[in-house]
């Protein structure tokens, strides 16, 4: 009796979803945002600030991954990517997706170990991938390294797909005018640029007045394809014209859908929107028109293969067969997309990855 008085309860609060549900693509998905990491074991070159590996957040990524420290150390860092590769195997709806890698803090034109939080090499990623096909080689480079044009040219050569910034942990400024001959180069090598845009609590510091969509304006004007990660969301900046205060300050999403009607090869994805702490955000992503036909699929792993993402938290959208249904399934990808499906997100957002990459 109690049961069936909660699903009668579920099923009144139920709102239904954002927009008319629609099938999933039949040739399968391709997840455009997955990260690696490792602790430098095997000589793959990764790199872990003390401050990050004393961290809570350290413990709880390796968890999310499927790896231990101790299974790192006897087997190298690779194996990270190993159980990305195997865990995406299993999922029925996503059939490849992109590994980024993570280039790190530069001063003077070289690495700084002193200042970089969390470093993924190129090479290591590159080299990892190629042993799975069921991944693809995301790039990272920073646009203040002294060889930035032979790292772009190589990751190109290397079949990289992209290339993947975190401004406000990589200390880049893409609104910075010496960078024009780096985001000519990528126009040059159709490299898209995915980057992070709005707050980042993925890593213990972060300068987030670097990842204002606004800054991308310089990139766009010079033809690069962007992609502004996450659809900019849970960042808040300081209006234009206005005094400096929290009340003057307008939430990046709103940025962004600005910097959408400016420029038609702005794009977005819908990565890390279905975790608790963004609940909302996907009714902004399937809602606002200016972000239709702009959005990619991607999920945030491992962050999907937590607790963070559960269908228990739309409750209020999906029904309470929905839910079980969802809760169900054991691939973190399948759930992810399930919800997204659920909630709305049109064949096309799961689709356009592919076209993507056949492009």
């Given at each position: 009796m109690l049961a069936g008085a909660l699903g009668f309860l579920l099923c009144t609060l139920s709102c239904g979803?954002?927009?008319?549900?629609?099938?999933?693509?039949?040739?399968?998905?391709?997840?455009?945002?997955?990260?690696?990491?490792?602790?430098?074991a095997g000589g793959s070159g990764c790199f872990i600030s003390d401050e990050f590996r004393n961290d809570w957040r350290f413990a709880f990524y390796l968890w999310s991954f499927g790896v231990s420290e101790q299974e790192l150390l006897e087997k190298g860092d690779g194996l990270v990517v190993d159980r990305l590769s195997q865990l995406?195997?299993?999922?029925?709806?996503?059939?490849?997706?992109?590994?980024?890698?993570?280039?790190?803090?530069?001063?003077?034109g070289l690495l700084d170990t002193h200042?970089?939080?969390?470093?993924?090499?190129?090479?290591?990623?590159?080299?990892?991938?190629?042993?799975?096909?069921?991944?693809?080689?995301?790039?990272?480079?920073n646009p203040y390294r002294k060889d930035w044009h032979k790292r772009l040219v190589w990751?190109?050569?290397?079949?990289a797909v992209l290339v993947k910034w975190l401004p406000s942990v990589m200390n880049i400024d893409p609104s910075d005018p010496k960078l024009k001959p780096f985001y000519k180069k990528l126009a040059k090598l159709k490299l898209p640029l995915l980057t992070h845009t709005g707050k980042d609590e993925s890593i213990p510091y972060s300068n987030d007045d670097l990842n204002d969509p606004e800054k991308l304006d310089l990139p766009l004007s010079m033809g690069v394809k962007v992609i502004a990660a996450h659809i900019a969301s849970t960042g808040r900046y300081?209006?234009?014209?206005?005094?400096?205060?929290?009340?003057?300050?307008?939430?990046?999403?709103?940025?962004?859908?600005?910097?959408?009607?400016?420029?038609?090869?702005?794009?977005?994805?819908?990565?890390?929107?279905?975790?608790?702490?963004?609940?909302?955000?996907?009714k902004e992503a399937l809602t606002q028109q200016d972000f239709s036909r702009k959005l990619y699929y991607g999920s945030?792993?491992?962050?999907?293969?937590?607790?963070?993402?559960?269908?228990?938290?739309?409750?209020?959208?999906?029904?309470?067969?929905q839910i079980i249904c969802i809760s169900s399934l054991k691939n973190p990808w399948d759930v992810d997309v399930k919800i997204k499906q659920a909630l709305g997100t049109p064949t096309d957002?799961?689709?356009?990855?592919?076209?993507?990459?056949?492009?």
């Open positions: 979803p954002y927009r008319p549900v629609e099938p999933l693509p039949e040739e399968g998905i391709v997840d455009m945002h997955c990260h690696v990491n490792g602790i430098g995406l195997a299993e999922s029925k709806f996503v059939k490849k997706a992109v590994v980024l890698a993570m280039d790190g803090v530069v001063s003077d200042r970089t939080q969390v470093y993924v090499p190129n090479e290591f990623v590159a080299e990892a991938v190629e042993k799975h096909n069921n991944l693809l080689f995301g790039a990272s480079v990751a190109k050569a290397h079949r300081h209006r234009e014209g206005f005094p400096p205060g929290w009340y003057h300050r307008e939430c990046s999403t709103a940025r962004l859908l600005r910097m959408m009607k400016k420029y038609p090869n702005l794009y977005s994805d819908i990565s890390s929107l279905t975790q608790f702490n963004k609940l909302g955000y996907m945030d792993f491992p962050l999907i293969n937590t607790i963070l993402v559960s269908p228990w938290y739309y409750f209020f959208r999906l029904t309470p067969r957002v799961f689709a356009r990855s592919q076209e993507f990459l056949r492009r």
